[in-house]
């Protein structure tokens, strides 16, 4: 990796460090509690495709992992450029077996084949620099990505950006736009506070609306894709803030937050009617040092160890949590 990649890895961490200290199928049993990823790979973002298979990015050089939840085997299947920016972020896989990846500070996204790991399209957002693009959602009709970035931090410790979304508009039947330029900018007017803004990013259910995470803010957000506008889902003023959210995922009305700051993961429950939450429980990640992002299979919520105060420092682990 080239000394701006390492530093760009570094800056991250000293964002964990400061940070408050501290979260298909089948019997338990025949699923591994703990997997193991390789060393070196520091991975961010998680994503279930078809049938057990998992995918995790990697924040150091790009590539993507991709593994078995019932067996825990796996290995890396797309090529790392080793060339700075290429980082991998947050993950999803659409309904067409294809791994879509949040591109970081090169301000792009990516689109591979979920099968072979062939890069089918790259998206760019930005300039490298420009945004820091942290998560995606997909939809049957467009993929839409978040930038975390900002310009209200401290000295040295900035990821330039602003508060909005990228949005991705497939073609009929799914297809993927030929023009790599194809994005759409939504501005979002949610609080701006510091790094890291926008994060995880899911759909609402009973809602045309997508739900952001606030790290900063500590909040969740209902956002109208069309115009920006944003409601309060969850957190201050009337709860309790959330400690760093990072990822979420949803199952049907119940989203799962992971607070990578506490080692934890809230389980939110969805009022559609009201568009509100209410937190229904917690999950602790016990010997994890920065739960960063999180996917839901079977009985159980998987979510990935990032340790970003500890970089290159392994063991790197996707740990299994009964929900």
């Not at 931090?153 to 030929?178: I, T, Y």
């Not at 009305?253 to 937190?279: F, H, K, Q, W």
């Not at 392994?314 to 299994?320: D, V």
């Amino acid at each position: 990796m080239r000394k701006t990649a390492v530093t760009l890895v570094a800056l991250l961490c000293l964002v964990a460090v400061a940070m408050p200290a501290a979260a298909g199928g089948g019997k338990s049993a025949q699923f591994p509690s703990e997997i193991d990823l390789p060393d070196g790979f520091f991975p961010e973002g998680i994503a279930v495709g078809q049938g057990s298979t998992f995918y995790v990015g990697s924040l150091a050089d790009g590539s993507i992992y991709k593994g078995d939840l019932r067996t825990g085997e796996g290995a890396v299947f797309t090529e790392a450029s080793g060339a700075f920016p290429f980082t991998t972020v947050g993950l999803d896989v659409d309904q067409h077996n294809r791994v879509w990846a949040a591109g970081s500070v090169a301000g792009t996204g990516r689109v591979y084949d979920g099968t072979t790991g062939e890069l089918l399209a790259t998206y760019v957002f930005t300039d490298p620099g420009l945004s820091f693009i942290n998560d995606v959602i997909v939809t049957p009709e467009a993929a839409w990505f978040t930038d975390s970035g900002t310009d209200v931090c401290p000295p040295g410790l900035c990821f330039l950006g602003e508060r909005r979304l990228f949005k991705v508009a497939l073609e009929p039947g799914g297809g993927l736009p030929d023009d790599p330029y194809a994005a759409e900018e939504i501005q979002v007017n949610v609080p701006d506070v510091g790094f890291a803004n926008l994060n995880g990013i899911e759909t609402m259910p009973g809602r045309a609306e997508l739900i952001v995470a606030h790290t900063t803010a500590g909040a969740l957000y209902r956002v109208d894709p069309e115009t920006g506008e944003v409601a309060v889902l969850y957190g201050p003023p009337n709860d309790d803030p959330l400690v760093r959210p990072d990822g979420i995922t949803r199952l049907g009305r119940t989203l799962y937050v992971v607070e990578n700051a506490a080692n934890r993961i809230a389980v939110i429950n969805i009022d559609p009617s009201t568009g509100t939450g209410t937190l229904q429980d917690v999950l602790t990640v016990t010997d994890a040092q920065t739960p960063s992002t999180a996917a839901v299979f079977g009985s159980a919520v998987y979510t990935v160890d990032a340790r970003l105060g500890t970089p290159f420092v392994g063991p790197y682990k996707i740990f299994r949590i009964e929900r």
